[in-house]
């Protein structure tokens, strides 16, 4: 099916203009002022936004292991909900992604049975979570997409120089969850005057500061390009400026609830308040939007981490670690930093499209322009809407920013030029 949009606006030298977009073949075929088509469906966008497609390094689709929580098809589905037209789908799976078989298996299921584009991240240790490395050229080989053990710290230092080493090695970024088990003290969630109040036991900034100076160090010695997941204090961002500066290849990410919820806004002890990294402090919030700004912070990734509602219905101490993400990250981020002026359209699109795209090296990813892929994201920026548990793809409903009142719903999502989400449209 070919394509023609109508009266859309895209961001032309960072400003709004009125363009249509021709879809012909899976690529878009033309960009500009009334174009016109007569093989094509033609779709009148009554002015909504047309956005390269959303591009979110970091999701947990649960599948194999726990499709009780998510499956390829339901967290694909949640994506393109979302304007994401790529994922990176990270390892904590059972059976591990730890070996080329595996790999291998994953990616024939990912391109089979998700509606969008999935890298498929490898483990950098056997098992996830054991000492010994795993096979990096044949997991490269049979298709990982970057390395990372997200979801635990890797707590030996040699450890983590060879696999820096082994990386650099196969050129493929190694996506680090910097966390020192051994300043954790079974912390549920920041430590600070919230957590005092609630009785619940914290999680300090040096648990993720400590093993983040570590790996710069290490970084530097090996030339490895370390990207560091959902950074979340003043003092991670503060360290990777100063390790850009000194030439270090470190990129990272933060995540939507890190720029917009602190430990203050925590009502009460809620499962749904609980993820790792913690909400921090109002002072590193701040941080990291003045990250984001200058450049320190590469761009936004969402940890999507869905999980079963009776699960998230606990009390932090027992509840598991994460929120979902992929539905509600543009449409929080545009009302609450685009619509009041804290950051412009064209940074936002910039962090949660080209950016990462570039990063991890996905030259299709991210730009609107004749002769790529139609990947392609549409939002109504004007229509305010709630966000419920029932409008959600993702079979996880854990997310403290249910009922809230957003703008930049999402209308259309195409992959390869092909609608894989529509609103009101298909059915769950
Ligand atoms: N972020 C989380 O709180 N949880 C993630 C793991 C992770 O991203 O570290 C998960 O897999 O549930
Ligand atoms: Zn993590
Ligand atoms: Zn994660």
């Known amino acids: 099916m070919n394509y023609l949009l109508k009266n859309g606006q895209l961001l032309v030298d960072e400003r709004l203009q009125a363009q249509d977009v021709l879809v012909v073949d899976g690529k878009i075929a033309a960009i500009g002022a009334d174009l016109e088509a007569t093989t094509a469906t033609v779709i009148d966008l009554h002015g909504d936004f047309i956005s390269p497609g959303l591009v979110d390094l970091h999701v947990h689709l649960r599948d194999p292991g726990q499709t009780y929580k998510e499956t390829i098809k339901t967290g694909s589905q949640a994506a393109a ?10 390892p904590n799976l ?3 992604p730890d070996n080329a078989a595996q790999i291998q298996k994953m990616v ?3 391109q089979a049975e998700a509606v969008i584009r999935i890298g498929q991240y490898a483990t950098i240790t056997e098992q996830r979570t054991a000492g010994k490395l795993v096979d990096f050229p044949a997991l490269k080989a049979a298709g990982a997409f970057a390395f990372s053990n997200d979801g635990s710290g890797i707590q030996d230092a040699d450890t983590m120089y060879q696999a820096m080493r082994a990386a650099k090695a196969v050129n493929l970024p190694l996506a680090a969850h910097v966390e020192d088990d051994s ?14 109040e609630l009785g619940l036991p914290g999680i300090s900034n040096v648990v993720e500061t400590a093993q983040l100076a570590r790996d710069l160090v290490l970084a530097q010695a090996t030339g490895v390009h370390y990207h560091v997941c959902h950074v979340s204090t003043a003092e991670s961002v503060q360290m990777i400026r100063l390790a850009k500066q000194a030439g270090v290849q470190v990129t990272c990410e933060v995540t939507p609830h890190h720029l917009l919820l602190s430990d203050r806004d925590i009502p009460a002890d809620q499962g749904n308040y609980k993820m790792n990294p913690p909400l921090r402090s109002e002072h590193d919030r701040q941080a990291l939007i003045a990250g984001l700004i200058d450049g320190t912070i590469d761009c936004i990734a969402t940890d999507h981490a869905p999980h079963g509602t009776d699960e998230k219905q606990q009390s932090m101490r027992q509840a598991p670690f994460g929120i979902v993400g992929s539905e509600t990250a543009f449409s929080l981020l545009f009302t609450n930093f685009v619509k009041t002026r804290i950051f412009t359209l064209a940074q936002l699109i910039n962090w949660l499209s080209y950016r990462p795209a570039q990063l991890f090296n996905l030259p299709t990813s991210g730009q609107l322009k004749s002769g790529q892929p139609a990947d392609l994201a549409i939002f109504d920026l004007k229509h305010r809407y709630q966000i419920t548990a029932d409008s959600l793809y993702s079979k996880g409903k854990n997310t403290p920013f ?4 957003v703008y930049g719903e999402t ?6 030029g092909q609608i894989v989400y529509q609103r009101g449209g298909t059915t769950k």
């Open 402 to 405: 249910i009922d809230n009142q």
């Open 411 to 416: 209308v259309y999502t195409l992959v390869a």
């Open 94 to 96: 059972t059976p591990v």
């Open 183 to 196: 300043l954790l003290h079974g912390g549920v969630m920041n430590a600070g005057a919230k957590a005092d």
């Open 108 to 110: 024939v299921r990912n």
């Open 81 to 90: 909900h979302g304007g994401f037209t790529f994922v990176g789908a990270m």
